[in-house]
């Protein structure tokens, strides 16, 4: 609940309103190439493809989670602007930052960038994915 002061002329009350209320729901990515975006989100960052499909104007869109978050939608379309990944990196929490460092070369992922620790005890590392945007791999400090 937002309170806010009345408008001049309407006394001294404060009146409620309700804010709006939110949740965020998905990050929307470009890919150039879908399957080897989906491969790349299942296989290196475990996440599970909810829905697939084909839109009216042709793009073929996937919703891919963990589960418990929110989702990052994949679209690919020959139509479509695709994504540089520039300035922008999706973070992804594990609990591990060692195994999972070591799972991700396991899986014949070569460009890493890390791990770094920053205050509190968190530390990251950075992979990209097959469009080039950055993956922030992140356990939080405490």
């Given at each position: 609940m937002?309170?806010?002061?009345?408008?001049?002329g309407f006394?001294?009350?404060l009146c409620p309103t309700r804010g709006l209320?939110?949740?965020?729901?998905w990050c929307t990515?470009?890919?150039?190439?879908?399957?080897q975006s989906l491969k790349f989100y299942q296989n290196i960052l475990n996440l599970r493809l909810n829905r697939r499909f084909t839109s009216p104007d042709g793009s073929v869109i996937a919703f891919l989670s963990d589960g418990e978050s929110a989702d990052v939608e994949l679209i690919y379309s020959e139509k479509s602007t695709k994504c540089e990944?520039?300035?922008?990196?999706?973070g992804f929490k594990v609990p591990?930052?060692?195994v999972a460092l070591a799972e991700v070369k396991a899986k014949g992922v070569a460009d890493i960038k890390g791990p770094f620790k920053v205050g509190g005890?968190?530390?990251?590392?950075?992979?990209?994915?097959?469009d080039?945007?950055?993956?922030?791999?992140?356990?939080?400090?405490?």
């Amino acid at each position: 609940m937002v309170w806010f002061a009345c408008p001049p002329g309407f006394g001294v009350c404060l009146c409620p309103t309700r804010g709006l209320e939110v949740k965020y729901c998905w990050c929307t990515i470009q890919v150039r190439d879908l399957e080897q975006s989906l491969k790349f989100y299942q296989n290196i960052l475990n996440l599970r493809l909810n829905r697939r499909f084909t839109s009216p104007d042709g793009s073929v869109i996937a919703f891919l989670s963990d589960g418990e978050s929110a989702d990052v939608e994949l679209i690919y379309s020959e139509k479509s602007t695709k994504c540089e990944g520039k300035g922008i990196s999706l973070g992804f929490k594990v609990p591990d930052l060692e195994v999972a460092l070591a799972e991700v070369k396991a899986k014949g992922v070569a460009d890493i960038k890390g791990p770094f620790k920053v205050g509190g005890g968190t530390q990251f590392f950075y992979i990209k994915d097959p469009d080039g945007l950055d993956i922030q791999i992140v356990q939080p400090g405490f």
